[in-house]
């Protein structure tokens, strides 16, 4: 799943030097990447986390470091994964498991991002996990991640939060071309409607 399903606006996301982000949220560590298109990879990789015991206090932790860090970094677009709502295993056991203080976090998180990019829907890309990941489990993610960007995704990254910033934002920008093909079919089609229902009129 992925919200909403088809952006009408991509130049959030395609134009060169405008910077968006990949986050992969989390209760205790969010991995968080930063891509400035045309570049393949990412500008900057960065890990928001809190040590408080109680997860109220941790998330908003969280949440403040990542406005700051998408206020300097003038971020205009984010896409962010949600939970799919089923139970997961292996490496998504323990996020399902704490669904509750996991689903406050990526609330908290996606609703933070809304208001800094002032509310506007296609500016924040909401894509569940089995989405994205096709499936594949967290050690081919981390591969691919440390492929496209072997000096930003580092081995101190245990519960692969950086890789997976990584790989959601590469396959977004995977999506891109086939999304703006999606929206150049529809306006073309939209303007034939108009252009016949203009000439019925005559």
């Known amino acids: 799943m992925m919200h909403p399903p088809h952006p009408t606006r991509l130049d959030h996301w395609t134009t060169p030097g405008v910077t968006w982000a990949s986050i992969d949220p989390s209760s205790t560590r969010t991995g968080v990447a930063i891509w400035r298109p045309p570049d393949a990879v990412p500008l900057l990789v960065a ?9 109220c206090v941790r998330i908003d932790r969280i949440v403040e470091l990542l406005a700051d860090l998408i206020h300097h970094r003038r971020v205009r677009g984010v896409v962010i994964e949600i939970p799919s709502g089923r139970v997961g295993t292996g490496a998504r056991a ?16 996606r609703q933070a991002c809304l208001s800094m990019l002032g509310g506007a829907q296609d500016q924040v890309i909401s894509v ?6 096709r499936r594949r489990p967290q050690r081919s993610r981390i591969a691919l991640a440390r492929a496209i960007a072997p000096e930003l995704v580092h081995r ?4 692969g939060d950086l890789a997976d910033a990584v790989a959601l934002g590469a396959w977004w920008s995977d999506q891109l071309p086939l999304l703006a093909a999606i929206n150049m079919a529809t306006d073309s089609h939209d303007a034939g409607i108009v252009r016949r229902r203009k000439g019925a009129r005559r």
Request: overall charge negative; glycine content about 20%.
């Open 47 to 55: 890990l928001c986390g809190g040590s408080a015991s109680d997860p």
């Open 94 to 109: 323990g996020a399902t498991g704490h669904l509750a203080i996991y689903g406050m976090a990526v609330g908290a998180i």
């Open 128 to 133: 569940d996990e089995r989405t994205w990941t």
């Open 156 to 159: 101190s990254d245990p519960g």
